[in-house]
């Protein structure tokens, strides 16, 4: 199940299952959109990318949505395995041309054995 | 192992000291990032430098100072931190694409900072 508080929103989901992982961006202007995976003590890992004119792209065991018209973004692993156990944050570019990138506020993901 | 290197792995410091943080790529990557993170939050964005030169500064107080000598090295500067600015500080490079501006960003593992 999915939890929401003041703690960092945490996904709990059982091994083998296909977890999806949700995201609201903020700027309609949003062009580019980036998934990352955090491990503990590591820095954000890149997985998978989508500019806004496509609604979908897929990559080994993932893939990302991405609706315009809800500024929603969502990422989904198939077979979730344990190594997938992780914080996920979605980036938004907010303004075409820049390097500035914002980061959501993250969904931690477990994966039951 | 990450492709962009920052050491030191940790830094312990007090508020009158002055220390750098390092950061290295080898990619051939024109832009580079220095992010702060707190504990269970997103990076947030500090500085950019695109072709050595900054172009963003997310109006970060002036005791961080950025310096990108080369193509493939960026440093932060840090001088009479406050107890607040103990964090993770993450950098990050990414391709300078003419036509596709934006490009995944790569990450090191970050330097934690503790200021005493």
């Known amino acids: 199940g999915e939890s929401v508080g003041l703690h960092l929103p945490t996904l709990s989901v059982q091994e083998g299952d296909n977890s999806i992982i949700n995201c609201a961006y903020s700027?309609?202007?949003?062009?580019?959109f980036i998934w990352y995976k955090q491990e503990s003590g590591k820095g954000p890992q890149f997985i998978i990318d989508?500019?806004?004119?496509?609604d979908k792209r897929q990559g080994q065991r993932v893939t990302v949505l991405l609706n315009k018209t809800v500024k929603h973004l969502s990422l989904q692993i198939a077979a979730t395995q344990p190594g997938d156990s992780a914080v996920y944050f979605c980036?938004?570019?907010?303004?075409?041309?820049?390097?500035?990138?914002?980061f959501g506020t993250g969904t931690r993901l477990k994966v039951l054995a | 192992d990450t492709e962009v290197t920052q050491t030191p792995k940790h830094l312990v410091m007090g508020m009158t000291n002055k220390k750098s943080l390092k950061c290295e790529q080898h990619m051939g990557h024109r832009a580079m990032y220095w992010y702060k993170q707190k504990a269970k939050k997103p990076p947030e964005l500090m500085f950019v430098?695109?072709?050595?030169?900054?172009?963003i500064n997310e109006s970060v107080p002036s005791r961080f100072s950025p310096e990108c000598p080369n193509s493939s090295l960026l440093n932060l500067h840090l001088h009479a931190l406050q107890p607040e600015d103990s964090a993770l500080y993450l950098c990050?490079?990414?391709?300078?694409?003419?036509?596709?501006?934006?490009?995944?960003?790569?990450f090191g593992d970050g330097t934690r900072l503790s200021i005493l």
């Open positions: 980036a938004e570019n907010p303004t075409s041309g820049t390097y500035k990138y914002i």
């Open positions: 989508i500019r806004s004119n496509m």
């Open positions: 700027n309609s202007a949003s062009d580019y």
């Open positions: 990050a490079s990414s391709q300078v694409h003419r036509r596709l501006s934006n490009q995944p960003q790569h």
């Open positions: 430098y695109s072709y050595e030169k900054l172009s």
